[in-house]
């Protein structure tokens, strides 16, 4: 069973830095590109961080580049999101989602974590 | 960049057949897929590739897309299908995800 468990959430302080974790199991780890998707309260989705299998390749939205980056650790089977310079706008819930395998390349997002609440606020 | 927008809102009757809509420019030329997401919850993915449904996605889902508009049509509504569905594309020349505004689907 596909398993995506984030972690690393919480309060913070504008200006402020965090890290996120989502470890996966339940797949080969190392085949698959993964993602981070955020929704802000009562808002809809926005994707904002992609990093391929190897590390090779990162993409990330506008509107946190710059400030946040995205790594992975494919030995534990986990991806990060490296949070700094955070803002009030930056309040949500935090996902980690896996990219489907497709041969028509980047498709959708086949299986999402629970989610992890970070909310900026002094 | 790029922007897909849907209903923020459709009812349907238990049993009816209920339809969301999804549109962006040229956005047949691009795959979509769809979420579902129910409250307090993650998002699930019930279309993909426009019109496959992952395992486990009752065939009462059902999606389309051509031109600048992909819908996806939920047949026989169940009180179990009130949630909100976003609409998802790949913008290739970007190399982002894009969600759709969303739409709340409620079964009265």
């Known amino acids: 069973e596909v398993q995506l468990v984030e972690s690393g959430g919480g309060l913070v302080q504008p200006g402020g830095s965090l890290r996120l974790s989502c470890a996966a199991s339940?797949?080969?780890?190392?085949?698959?590109?993964m993602n981070w998707v955020r929704q802000a309260p009562g808002k809809g989705l926005e994707w904002i961080s992609y990093i391929s299998p190897s590390s090779n390749a990162i993409f990330l939205a506008d509107s946190v580049k710059g400030r946040f980056t995205v790594s992975r650790d494919n030995a534990k089977n986990s991806v990060y999101l490296h949070m700094s310079s955070l803002r009030v706008e930056d309040t949500a819930i935090y996902y980690c989602a896996r990219d489907r395998l497709a041969a028509a390349g980047r498709v959708c997002l086949d299986f999402w974590g629970q989610g992890t609440l970070i909310t900026v606020s002094s | 960049s790029y922007e897909m927008t849907q209903p923020p809102s459709v009812s349907v009757s238990p049993g009816q057949t209920a339809t969301i809509t999804c549109s962006g420019n040229?956005?047949?030329?691009?795959?979509t897929s769809w979420y579902q997401q129910k409250p307090g919850q993650s998002p699930v993915l019930v279309i993909y590739?426009?019109?496959k449904r992952p395992s486990g996605i009752p065939e009462r889902f059902s999606g389309s897309n051509s031109g600048n508009t992909a819908t996806l049509t939920i047949s026989g509504t169940q009180a179990m299908d009130e949630a909100d569905y976003f609409c998802?594309?790949?913008?290739?020349?970007?190399?982002?995800?894009?969600f759709g505004t969303g739409t709340k689907v409620t079964v009265l």
């Open positions: 040229k956005l047949g030329s691009k795959y």
């Open positions: 998802q594309a790949f913008d290739s020349s970007t190399s982002f995800y894009v």
């Open positions: 590739q426009d019109t």
């Open positions: 339940g797949f080969t780890f190392s085949n698959y590109a």
